[in-house]
């Protein structure tokens, strides 16, 4: 067994994840063995978890516990993904810790002044299996557990739903329109997913409730019952000037439902969009320029220097396979 | 794709086409003849064309959530079945001279279109379109007006139930529902005799309002038709 330590970011508002992986295997984490990603994810079930002992300013350990059991049990939640966890109890024990033991608590990172949250593993490279994972809160920002939010605070279940996203295995998700702010950083317009890289800001509690984009991730990863037979898949390639394009967002639109899910062009083009319910979807690629370009891939030869693009036919996710792929041609900007 | 000059007006949620059709019944003096349709105990068959007006599928926004509660608009879409041609096949009993069941079995293949507009990140219109085959298979009561026939048109009203099914992408995807239909029009004899194989022969207009729903959606959605037929009783 290969073990190795990696890790991902949540943000405020600028910084971006150092991600060591690849993430062109849909919104999963995975682990690159030559050509090949292998996303990672847990094998042994119920998963447990530990709490750190500590506190940070309003926050009690318990608290922390009482708000990380209520963000799990929103995954567990899942009706088409099989994933389940178990609490432990407390413990002195640092997130940070390489010691077997997935622990969850609050720890002051004050070089990370844009980091409100990491997530980070220990997983068998050899098959994708997450051996341990741990999530530290920085606990240089102020925290709140009220259930309808604090303005001066970020919400502590909204962060802890999503680190648990990448606790899981999901890698960011770059569903979201931002704005750059005029003293740097980026303001969120719109986040289209939990796993959106960039909080929507202090006194925001929307984040505790996941969105289609979530779900497709975690039922794709951890699937339950009748999900692969029910929902379909839609492949296809990235292209601008017959070149493939790496790292374009692509995102299927139901148009019946409104529903959106996205993922990423690896770096021959392809891409994959899973955990779609059977019928056509509009097809929407965009550049991606919504967050920092390592919040997703750890390479630097991302393309972003398209427009905008719709493909032109509308494109069918059958129930329980994929649709044929699907050519996608972009324009220069 | 094409790029559109301007933006969609606004569809409204239930479009009801009134179709018009242009049908000619040809005469060939037997406007005092008994309509074949209304001799009972007859089989008859039919084929006809007709036009299957489009029907509002959709109007969904691609919202975001933002950070207000209130949502962040991606795009706006309208998805739409574009009005097409349709052929048909009939086969009907007249029950008594006032009553008769009817089997239809049409082909259509409407365009399925979805206009994409006001994108946070592009400008223009997007039209984006699939081309779907759909058999409908449907029944109902005919009832002939009689008494109401003038200049030889014998009119008729008309309502049933059927099944539609859908695919889309060379049968990657089989979509079905159901639909009701009324309707109505009329029908004049081309000829009528009582012996022989052939009993007669007849031609009819009608217009169809069809309510359907299919398992994509739990909407229900208005579509009209129209069609001329062509009918020989045996």
């Known amino acids: ?333 | 794709m094409s790029e559109r000059a301007s933006n969609r007006g606004h569809v409204p949620a239930v479009r009801v086409c009134v179709l018009s059709v242009a049908f000619v019944a040809i005469a060939v003096g037997v406007g005092g003849a008994q309509t074949p349709s209304t001799l009972p105990g007859r089989l008859r068959v039919g084929a006809g064309v007709g036009w299957l007006a489009g029907a509002e599928i959709a109007a969904q926004p691609a919202d975001l959530r933002s950070a207000s509660g209130s949502s962040y608009r991606l795009f706006q879409s309208e998805t739409e079945l574009v009005a097409t041609p349709t052929f048909d096949a009939r086969i009907g009993f007249a029950l008594t001279r006032r009553y008769e069941v009817e089997g239809r079995a049409a082909i259509n293949r409407p365009e399925l279109r979805t206009v994409v507009s006001s994108d946070a990140e592009a400008t223009g219109s997007f039209t984006i379109t699939e081309n779907i085959d759909e058999y409908v298979f449907d029944g109902g009561i005919v009832v002939h007006l009689n008494e109401l026939k003038a200049i030889g048109l014998v009119p008729f009203a008309m309502g049933g139930a059927g099944y539609i099914r859908r695919l889309h992408d060379r049968q990657s995807l089989v979509e079905e529902g159901h639909l009701y239909y009324v309707g109505g029009g009329v029908t004049r004899a081309l000829f009528a005799r009582s012996q022989g194989f052939v009993r007669g022969a007849s031609v009819r207009a009608d217009l169809r309002l069809n309510v359907f729903s299919t398992e994509l959606d739990d909407d229900s959605h208005l579509q009209g038709s129209a069609s001329g037929v062509f009918i020989v009783a045996f």
């Open chain 1, 1 to 333: 067994m290969r073990r190795r330590r990696v890790r991902a970011w949540i943000v405020m508002a600028l910084l971006a994840t150092g991600w060591p992986g690849r993430a062109d295997a849909y919104i999963h984490l995975g682990i690159s063995n030559g050509p090949n990603s292998t996303p990672i994810k847990w094998t042994a079930v119920p998963v447990r978890w530990f709490v750190n002992d500590g506190s940070a300013p309003g926050v009690s350990a318990s608290q922390l516990q009482s708000e990380l059991a209520q963000a799990f049990a929103t995954w567990e939640a899942v009706p088409t993904a099989a994933i389940a966890f178990q609490f432990v109890g407390f413990t002195s024990a640092m997130p940070s810790e390489d010691d077997g033991l997935s622990v969850l608590g609050f720890q002051s990172a004050p070089e990370m002044d844009r980091v409100l949250g990491a997530t980070s593993f220990t997983v068998d490279t050899s098959s994708g299996s997450i051996l341990e994972s741990d999530v530290f809160f920085n606990s240089i920002f102020l925290w709140s557990v009220s259930a309808t939010g604090d303005s001066g605070r970020f919400d502590l279940r909204s962060v802890a739903t999503h680190e648990i996203g990448h606790f899981l295995g999901l890698g960011h998700s770059a569903l979201g329109e931002t704005e750059m702010r005029p003293e740097g950083g980026r303001r969120v317009l719109g986040s289209g997913a939990v796993m959106f890289p960039i909080s929507l800001g202090r006194g925001v509690v929307a984040d505790r409730v996941l969105q289609p984009d979530d779900i497709a991730g975690a039922s794709d990863l951890y699937p339950d019952g009748d999900f692969k037979t029910t929902t379909g898949i839609i492949t296809g390639h990235v292209r601008l000037n017959g070149a493939a394009v790496k790292g374009a967002h692509v995102v299927a639109f139901n148009p019946r439902t409104g529903v959106l899910i996205g993922n990423f062009s690896g770096s021959d083009g392809t891409f994959r969009i899973g955990g779609l319910v059977a019928g056509p979807y509009v097809l929407r690629v965009e550049p991606l320029d919504d967050a920092d370009i390592d919040s997703f891939f750890d390479a630097a030869d991302v393309n972003v220097n398209f427009q905008v693009t719709f493909h032109d036919k509308l494109v069918v996710a059958p129930a329980g396979g994929a649709s044929a792929s699907i050519d996608v041609a972009v324009r220069a900007k």
